[in-house]
């Protein structure tokens, strides 16, 4: 257990539908991260917030959303849902600053149908 | 237009030799760089790290290299065991400029040890 939590494991879901993707991050840790993972491809930064502010976007498509609420979590509002955006939504955090290792959660596989 | 490049998907070691796994960035501003190892439904997991002001970092097994001329870098795994297996991938993080602080992945490589 890497102390970041994300629920759900899985989500199947239809197009045109909206979802919502939850992280936990690690105790104590202030900034929390989006990345997706598509078949073939590397993890793309999507957002990062820290306590509570957006601190910098990333190739995040406007039909996307995110926050981070007072108690540190955080969710990833996917709308008007496509085949495309099938993929494994990670999130991860760090205390805050930019060195060290991100510690990540286990991901969420979304697959639209 | 990819700025942390492993063009080696896979790579297949037999047990107890080295492996090598490269990674190659464009962006002259990244000055911190990072291995993370993945296992299947899992999230990544950090491995080691180099910042730019030194050209290797040991941890155990596991080495990085760094060669800022050639803006490349490198992970050497000796010797290499089948718990090894897994997906690597190559990050790279700038103060300044567009990744804002932020890690950039590259695609992953898929390392197979073969007892």
């Known amino acids: 257990d890497s102390g970041v939590t994300q629920t759900p494991k899985h989500l199947i879901t239809a197009t045109g539908q909206r979802v919502t993707l939850r992280c936990s991050p690690r105790s104590?840790?202030?900034s929390v991260y989006w990345y997706q993972q598509s078949l073939d491809q590397g993890l793309q930064f999507l957002i990062q917030y820290y306590n509570g502010e957006e601190r910098a976007k990333g190739n995040i498509l406007e039909r996307f959303s995110a926050q981070q609420f007072?108690?540190?979590?955080?969710?990833?509002n996917l709308s008007?849902?496509?085949l495309g955006d099938s993929a494994l939504?990670?999130?991860a955090s760090t205390p805050g600053g930019r060195m060290g290792g991100y510690t990540f959660g286990s991901g969420t596989r979304l697959t639209v149908v | 237009?990819?700025?942390?490049?492993?063009?080696?998907p896979s790579l297949s070691v037999q047990e107890g030799r080295i492996s090598i796994l490269n990674c190659d960035y464009t962006n002259s501003m990244f000055?911190?760089?990072?291995?993370y190892k993945k296992y299947p439904a899992e999230g990544p997991t950090f491995l080691i790290s180099i910042s730019s002001i030194k050209d290797k970092n040991e941890d155990g097994r596991f080495t990085v290299f760094?060669?800022?001329s050639a803006k490349h870098l490198s992970l050497h795994i000796v010797p290499s065991q089948p718990g090894d297996s897994a997906v690597y991938f190559c990050a790279a993080s700038g103060r300044y400029g567009g990744s804002q602080g932020n890690l950039?992945?590259?695609?992953?490589?898929?390392?197979s040890v073969k007892p």
């Open chain 2, 66 to 68: 760094l060669n800022k």
């Open chain 1, 70 to 76: 007072p108690d540190l979590h955080s969710e990833l």
């Open chain 1, 28 to 30: 104590g840790d202030l």
């Open chain 2, 104 to 111: 950039i992945f590259g695609k992953g490589t898929k390392l």
């Open chain 2, 1 to 8: 237009d990819q700025q942390v490049k492993q063009n080696s």
């Open chain 2, 31 to 35: 000055d911190y760089f990072l291995w």
């Open chain 1, 89 to 91: 939504y990670f999130c």
């Open chain 1, 80 to 82: 008007s849902l496509e």
